[in-house]
């Protein structure tokens, strides 16, 4: 088994409503922020060894290629549970 | 003709489209549940609005996966209409079958308040019994409504005509102020290459009816009875 840690975020230039009313959140409390962006993280555990499939499985589904990108890490086994 | 309406868990007008569908329209309506594997005997479809699996991952993107979604498209390819509201819309989106995608509304707020559109294309069947420039009042009840594609997406869509509803006022005049969501050049509803396929965030199904204040969505549903009607 491996453990892989997706991260999906806005492509730049896409509106980011949640980022910016975090950023106002973090305004309102005093905090000097130039720029939020709020993104997903996603972690599963395949049962093949060879980890194939999660470029795609970003691709059809867990990101939309139209306004988000994504990056894919390996992390320890057990992590995503 | 037999009209179905598909339930997906967390839509929450499937009742209110089978209604208008059955008791406004005289319709026959036939309940399609989201695990059903096929859509034999419907003559046209709608996906009703809602928050399907609460939005989770992104609005309608899990409801594209479900089981009836592979019928979806066989009935789409076969030219049957198809419409999306609201929900239904961001579904279809999500499964490929509209180009485009909707984003949370820039002022961050859900809206919920009666819009007009004005109807921009007569080449679908849900428009093909009404003119070019007609405006429709209906509500918008959403917080991801902002129509959003890339430019070269978009004048795609203007030159084929595939844009098919746009806000505006109530005199018809599309500016900022009648955009409730920041949608891109005040798209509110697109269709589909074949024009077919058509998805629209107001809801039409809620102005359907005298007592409910606007009775300009019903014209959507009656233009596909007088367009497969007329033909068949």
Not at chain 1, 27 to 42: I, N, P, S
Not at chain 2, 23 to 44: K, P, T, Y
Not at chain 2, 141 to 162: M, S
Request: proline share 6%; hydrophobic share 45%; charged share 20%.
């Amino acid at each position: 088994m491996r453990a892989f840690r997706v991260t999906i975020m806005l492509k730049p230039g896409v509106l980011d409503a949640p980022g910016q009313a975090v950023q106002r959140g973090l305004d309102a409390l005093g905090y000097r922020v130039e720029q939020v962006r709020v993104g997903k993280v996603v972690e599963m555990t395949l049962p093949d060894v060879e980890g194939a499939g999660v470029d795609e499985m970003c691709a059809r589904f867990l990101a939309n290629p139209l306004i988000e990108t994504w990056a894919i890490e390996e992390i320890p086994q057990g992590a995503a549970t | 003709m037999t009209w179905g309406v598909v339930f997906f868990p967390g839509s929450n007008c499937d009742r209110d489209c089978v209604h208008v569908l059955r008791s406004v329209v005289g319709q026959h309506v036939e309940e399609v549940w989201h695990e059903d594997r096929s859509l034999d005997g419907i003559d046209a479809l709608v996906l009703p609005g809602g928050f399907s699996y609460g939005d989770y991952l992104r609005s309608g993107a899990i409801a594209a996966t479900a089981p009836v979604m592979s019928a979806v498209r066989e009935l789409a390819a076969r030219g049957a209409p198809v419409l999306g509201i609201c929900n239904g819309f961001q579904i279809l989106a999500e499964a490929g079958l509209l180009s485009g995608t909707l984003l949370p509304n820039v002022s961050l707020r859900f809206r919920c308040h009666p819009a007009w559109v004005r109807v921009e294309s007569d080449r679908t069947p849900f428009t093909a019994g009404l003119r070019h420039g007609t405006v429709l009042r209906m509500p918008v009840a959403h917080g991801e409504g902002a129509y959003f594609a890339t430019p070269a997406e978009v004048a795609a869509l203007e030159a084929a005509g595939r844009v098919v509803f746009r806000y505006c006022d109530s005199l018809g005049r599309v500016t900022p102020q009648a955009n409730p969501n920041g949608s891109v050049a005040g798209i509110a509803g697109v269709a589909s290459d074949a024009g077919n396929v058509v998805g629209l965030m107001p809801h039409p199904e809620r102005a359907s009816e005298a007592l409910l204040g606007s009775t300009d969505g019903r014209r959507l549903f009656e233009s596909v009875v007088g367009a497969l009607v007329g033909a068949g």
